[in-house]
């Protein structure tokens, strides 16, 4: 079966009639609430913090963030942004609290720099690793988009982005080009190996991203640069133009 982002851009594939489909299938909404909770818990926030939902689709991420409990250190405060205006249409019509914008990820991330204490980004990076026209290239999508997103986070914040890569070749893309823009980066999968494997990119800007946060994680050193992966129950330390001290 074809991925969804082999046949259209998301601004297409999502039209009307694919969004109200994503949105009330039981199915979906079960891996979103799995992936936002686990994002959320890489993120490790202690207090109510405000997010940037990223390709936040109909709003099903956010509501999880606004339902946060205080004893979890919510509840957050999210905006969300998405290509498909489809997708917005239906969170409006849903009354999500979150504050939407309609706009393209792989044009940048359009806030003031140190805007976001966080940043999650469910099943929507994958996307950004097709050329859509022949003037366009995965490379500077993923560069413009890193870029726009390490200068919207304050300094310490951290990001989560979920994604689906193709291949080993298209993880390391994706990966390097987050560390390129300044991230300290590290990939955790869930389920490796299997049909329902899950990446997660963990980023931090300026690094404490790793404290107490992978405490109790075996087998993970700490090395400078890219290509040198070391796994460690799951997961991979990337690098970042912090070195090593950010983790």
Request: glycine share 16%.
């Amino acid at each position: 079966m074809s991925r969804p982002e082999d046949t259209l851009p998301p601004d297409l594939f999502y039209n009307d009639a694919e969004s109200r489909k994503y949105t009330t299938s039981s199915r979906i909404q079960n891996v979103q609430v799995e992936m936002t909770n686990r994002a959320l818990s890489l993120l490790h926030l202690q207090t109510p913090s405000l997010i940037l939902d990223i390709g936040c689709g109909s709003g099903l991420s956010g509501e999880i963030l606004s339902s946060v409990a205080p004893s979890s250190g919510g509840p957050h405060i999210w905006t969300g942004m998405d290509i498909s205006a489809s997708m917005l249409e239906i969170a409006l019509q849903r009354d999500v609290e979150g504050d939407l914008l309609l706009a393209d990820i792989g044009q940048g991330v359009p806030f003031r720099a140190g805007t976001f204490d966080a940043a999650i980004s469910i099943s929507a990076v994958q996307w950004l690793c097709n050329a859509e026209s022949s003037d366009t290239s995965p490379q500077g999508r993923l560069a413009r988009f890193f870029g726009g997103l390490y200068a919207s986070l304050k300094r310490g914040g951290r990001a989560v982005c979920q994604f689906y890569p193709k291949n080993e070749s298209q993880r390391s893309m994706v990966s390097a080009a987050a560390i390129r823009a300044g991230f300290g980066a590290g990939i955790l999968e869930d389920g490796g190996g299997t049909k329902g494997a899950k990446v997660y990119l963990v980023l931090s800007v300026g690094g404490g991203l790793l404290r107490g946060l992978w405490r109790g994680w075996r087998g993970w050193m700490l090395r400078r640069g890219v290509g040198e992966a070391c796994k460690g129950r799951g997961g991979r330390r990337l690098g970042g133009k912090g070195g090593s001290s950010g983790f």
